[in-house]
């Protein structure tokens, strides 16, 4: 699964590194539309972890028929619930990217990529739920080979549909949302192909299966949700803060924040594999198992975070000249990528936790911790670095703000642990 993670977000590094070359403006460009992308992704992952985490409960308890009712569910409601979702941020795109701080030139330039972007990201989150019902029926091995498939498809599209060759024509900024288009929709495709005859879709009392799995559904996925789209929101603000600083900064921030992700494919590979077994581990009742492998996951995640951030940082002035040719946008990325990188461990931490919360029945729990990282630790750091230091003074406002929820989110799981293995 961790594989698979990475090929996927390498592939979203390697796609800004291609438009990069196209110039500051559309990486710019690109780099305004990823909160709305962050934004899609929160609802079709909230939604993912509450039909995951059913699922996986009702296996544990044998209730196999349930679970594939549960599993037509989330290929049906999600798949409506995502195209209206994408269908009015297609319709609200010029108030919100000006909301953002896009300029009336750079919202030119993202129309034609954005009326892609929308499309693709509707196939993205389809082939999500299907990945969905491998996790939650204990099967990483596809999604994380499906991941690793659709990545490449994009990598040899990206340059292909970017640049053109022969008689492929050169299509710029909306090249790199033709080539994630075809990725997800070929992805998606071979998903419902191997969905068929695995006995994990149920229709026979599906109407009367909605009934009785709303009320838990919303218990879960309303909270998850919202601690999904707190992120996007933060991100938002943190874009329109950024923009002050000018379009240079954007785009370094933009490619960071690609960056980021790949850096923290342990930590998301963890998140997505871990949920189906703590949530069998919740149904059967064991806590000290659910003990022993967060203590693991949590260790691993912050050695392997802080050597690797360590690295990254050392390293910054050579990958940021690896990564974009325009020195406009070199030397922030610089910046960032220096002080960013060594606290995604603890970042990792708060990460694994909310996830972890999800599955083990603390969806409250969860949501608060996200707030708290968001709203209490990260935003206002973030502004204070910013006022008191540019975009330096951000970097390291941002960095601190990683560290501080990292110590909370564990503070707080500790103590919801307690609670149960105290009851045994």
């Known amino acids: 699964m961790t ?21 500051t403006e559309p990486l710019a460009a690109q780099s305004f539309t990823f909160p709305l992308v962050f934004l899609t992704i929160g609802v079709q992952v909230g939604m993912g972890i509450a039909i995951a985490a059913l699922i996986s409960r009702a296996i544990g308890a044998g209730e196999e028929h349930r679970a594939g009712r549960l599993g037509v569910l989330v290929l049906t409601g999600g798949g409506a619930v995502m195209a209206v979702l994408l269908f009015l941020l297609w319709a609200l795109q010029d108030p919100a990217f000006a909301l953002l701080g896009a300029s009336e030139r750079i919202r030119e330039v993202i129309r034609p990529f954005w009326n892609i972007q929308v ?41 292909l549909l970017i640049f053109g060759l022969g008689p492929v024509p050169a299509l710029g900024l909306e090249g790199a949302a033709w080539a994630s288009l075809a990725a997800f929709v070929s992805g998606g495709l071979v998903t419902a192909f191997f969905l068929r005859g695995r006995g994990w879709l149920e229709l026979d009392q599906v109407l009367a299966e909605v009934r009785v799995s709303a009320g838990p559904f919303a218990h879960i996925a309303g909270p998850a949700m919202v601690s999904q789209l707190m992120p996007p929101l933060a991100a938002m603000l943190a874009t ?4 002050r600083l000018g379009e240079s900064a954007v785009a370094a921030w933009g490619l960071t924040s690609r960056l980021e992700s790949f850096s923290i494919v342990l930590v998301l590979g963890m998140t997505m594999a871990l949920p189906p077994w703590l949530g069998r581990c919740y149904g059967a009742g064991r806590w000290e198992e659910v003990e022993r492998v967060m203590a693991a996951a949590a260790r691993m995640v912050v050695i392997w975070q802080v050597l690797l951030g360590l690295l990254v940082a050392l390293c910054a002035a050579p990958l940021a000249a690896l ?14 990528i220096r002080f960013l990188p060594p606290s995604y461990g603890l970042l990792g931490v708060c990460m694994l936790v909310v996830s972890a919360s999800n599955a083990l029945g603390w969806p409250m729990r969860a949501m608060l911790i996200s707030f708290l990282r968001l709203f209490a630790c990260y935003l206002p750091l973030l502004w204070l670095g910013a006022w008191l230091g540019g975009l330096t003074g951000l970097a390291i406002g941002a960095g601190a703000g990683n560290l501080l929820a990292g110590v909370m989110a564990w503070t707080f799981y500790k103590k919801g642990l307690r609670r149960h293995l105290d009851a045994l």
């Open 323 to 336: 990564l974009v040719d325009s020195p406009a946008v070199r030397e922030p990325l610089t910046q960032l």
């Open 3 to 23: 594989l698979g993670a990475l090929s996927l977000l390498g592939f979203n590094l390697v796609d800004s590194v291609f438009v990069a070359r196209l110039g």
């Open 240 to 243: 329109g803060l950024v923009a």
């Open 119 to 159: 499309c693709a990201s509707w196939a993205s989150a389809m082939m999500y739920f299907g990945y969905s019902l491998f996790r939650a029926h204990g099967n990483t091995r596809f999604p994380g080979t499906m991941m690793m498939v659709t990545s490449l498809l994009n990598l040899v599209l990206d340059p």
